[in-house]
């Protein structure tokens, strides 16, 4: 089934966790939980063969973020596993707080006022 807007607010909560994988992105899904919160996720290998470490991160919150937006994450973090990285580790939006704070005091024209 491809995975719309509607079809993920219309999933509804079962007597345990379920997966709702998407048709037109290979290992890219909803996982619906207990709690009815739903998360797109995508399932893929890191590396080449059977061997090769399964991950299932998180992309985003169902209602946060719009079906298209994840797939597109989706897209993207396939095409880095199939190169060998893994996507959630290369991925730089990601930022602690405290770099934050550290890359915004070093800019040159900081101005407390």
Known sequence: MKLTN???EQLITNTKSYIVWDSDV???GVRVNLNAKK???LKYRVGFGRSAKVRKPVI???GIMKVEEARR???KWL???SEGKDPKEVDE???LLKDFFD???KQDEFDPY
């Open 6 to 8: 509607k079809k993920v």
């Open 26 to 28: 290979r290992g890219f």
């Open 39 to 41: 998360t797109f996720i």
């Open 60 to 62: 985003g919150t169902a």
């Open 73 to 75: 994450i989706a897209r």
């Open 79 to 81: 095409l880095e596993a």
């Open 93 to 95: 939006t990601n930022i």
């Open 103 to 105: 890359l915004y005091l």
